[in-house]
């Protein structure tokens, strides 16, 4: 059986471009991994009662939180440079190496410790990809907190790429393929 043509080879590079020579680095992972080095905006968990046209309101505030934490830290943490790892079937927020809490480099190892993860859940539960029309390089996806129990919460989380086209999914077969 023949691949999607999402994963083959291709002329132009992966609309998430993974992280160069990750997939060889020993002790990163299994080699089928894919790593995307983003910056977590942030999340949240949605009310019942919020609608599709909704969201793009509820990304901008995400993000505005991040960039405004309020004093007495009651403020959403600053984003932070993080990498998204695929490997299947799990997808896996992780601290990028050599990145500390604001995105500055650290005295950190350049490997970062599998171990330790932002959170971690099953991609099949992603239920929506959504992407910012206005700034391209914002997306974001909703996935159910407790995917087995009909009533859960979604909780959506917010990325911020380096480059537009790291966050298109109409591109060359990205998440949306």
Known sequence: MEPPSCIQDEPFPHPLEPEPGSPAQPGSGKPGDKRFRLWYVGGSCLDHRTTLPMLPWLMAEIRRRSQKPEAGGCGAPAAREVLLVLSAPFLRCIPAPGAG?????????????????????????????????????????????????????????????????????????????
Do not use: W
Not at 129 to 142: C, E, G, P, Q, W
Not at 144 to 160: G, I, L, N, W, Y
């Open 101 to 177: 809490a604001a995105g500055s480099a650290g005295p950190a190892a350049t490997q970062p410790n599998p171990a330790v993860f932002i959170f971690e859940h099953k991609a099949q539960h992603i239920s929506r990809f959504i992407h910012n029309s206005h700034d391209l390089t914002y997306f974001a996806y909703l996935i159910k907190a407790q995917p087995d129990d009909p009533e859960s919460q979604m909780a959506c989380h917010v990325f911020r790429a380096t480059d537009p086209n790291q966050a298109s999914p109409g591109r060359g077969g990205g998440p949306g393929c």
